[in-house]
């Protein structure tokens, strides 16, 4: 079955410190990959997407991810963490009924 | 501007008591989907629709109906609420492929906070 794990609830960063969320993956064939940010009262706003092509994808707000097919990962990074990044973010994966399934989320607290 | 609206965005009701979500994007999208999150439980669809008249059950159906009448709107409908569908529901909406499959991303409503007493 597909699935995708996030294995942090939260993670601590202090502010200008780089940041890494982790996701990985299990999904049959090649894996359309995506990080969703959703900000307090707010929607999920895309973040950025691995359909095919370069394994480091840049997304919006200064944020990227590695698409690692041996271990089978999707973490988010970002070089220097803003306050304002703090947010919960959603790493999800389509599967072959092109459905999204999402992770259980993580909790990105940026410190001043 | 682009968008996937919801209405009400706040609401308590009480068991039993039928209730539509409404749910109207604007960027012409085939695909449309519902939503619910539950803290420690991510995101888990309940319906979702391929296209106009064309709908589909997700992870969570029970309890809940939808329509796709018109290609802008797709509401979510309770018919009988009960506590258990306490939750932040969410509406999305995604172009699809000349194949017909999602490649790309899907836009999220702003949500709606359901409370059923």
């Known amino acids: 079955a597909q699935s995708v794990a996030q294995p942090e609830d939260q993670v601590n960063v202090a502010e200008g410190n780089p940041l890494t969320v982790k996701c990985t993956y299990s999904v049959s064939g090649n894996p359309y990959l995506f990080w969703y940010v959703q900000y307090p009262n707010r929607g999920l706003q895309f973040l950025l997407k691995?359909?095919?092509?370069?394994?480091l994808v840049k997304g919006s707000y200064g944020f990227e991810a590695e698409f690692n097919k041996s271990q089978t990962s999707f973490h988010l990074k970002k070089p220097s963490a803003l306050v304002s990044d703090s947010a919960l973010y959603f790493c999800?994966?389509?599967?072959?009924?092109?459905?999204?399934?999402f992770g259980t989320g993580t909790r990105l607290q940026v410190f001043p | 501007e682009a968008q996937v609206t919801q209405n009400p965005r706040y609401l308590i009701t009480v068991t039993g008591k039928k209730l539509t979500v409404t749910c109207s994007q604007n960027m012409n999208h085939e695909y449309m989907s519902w939503y619910r999150q539950d803290p420690g439980l991510g995101l888990r669809q309940i319906y979702y629709?391929?296209?106009?008249?064309?709908?589909d059950k997700g992870d969570v159906p029970e309890g809940y109906k939808v329509s796709r009448k018109e290609k802008r709107n797709f509401p979510l409908i309770l018919e009988s609420p009960s506590p258990n569908q306490t939750s932040l529901y969410f509406c999305?909406?995604?172009?699809?492929?000349?194949?017909?499959?999602?490649?790309?991303?899907?836009?999220f409503g702003p949500g709606t906070r359901l409370t059923v007493l």
């Open positions: 999305a909406s995604s172009s699809v492929t000349v194949a017909g499959g999602l490649d790309n991303e899907q836009f």
């Open positions: 691995y359909i095919t092509g370069d394994n």
């Open positions: 999800a994966v389509r599967d072959r009924a092109d459905k999204l399934i």
């Open positions: 629709s391929m296209n106009v008249e064309v709908t």
